[in-house]
């Protein structure tokens, strides 16, 4: 019932630039945290950022200062500006959404988009 499609992904060379989006639709609550995971081979799932609905914003310590979390609530649509990207950034970034009230449950993940950083 939830659907999180995601785009932006793609090729890009260290400190260059690239914007991620995600567009939840669906039965989805009006109030939601939605996020940005990446999960490189081999390594865990991590978290990047995430956003509540009032726009409080958390950021991994490896993408402060480099990375940005946006949304557009009417648009149902969250956005990751990705600035001096590094070859260490290279992952599959999903995005992900929990629904209000019941946040502690798992939500929901999107496909994933492929984000690679050449040196």
């Known amino acids: 019932q939830v659907q999180l499609v995601e785009s932006g992904g793609g090729l890009v060379q260290a400190g260059g630039s690239l914007r991620l989006s995600c567009v939840a639709s669906g039965s989805i609550s009006r109030v939601n945290v939605m996020g940005w995971y990446r999960q490189a081979p081999g390594k865990q799932r991590e978290l990047v950022a995430n956003?509540?609905?009032?726009?409080?914003?958390n950021y991994a310590d490896s993408v402060k200062g480099r990375f940005t979390i946006s949304a557009d609530n009417a648009k149902n649509t969250v956005y990751l500006q990705m600035n001096s990207l590094k070859p260490e950034d290279t992952a599959v970034y999903y995005c992900n959404l929990r629904r209000g009230p019941a946040f502690y449950l798992p939500g929901y993940w999107g496909q994933g988009t492929q984000v690679t950083v050449s040196s």
């Open positions: 956003i509540t609905p009032g726009g409080s914003t």
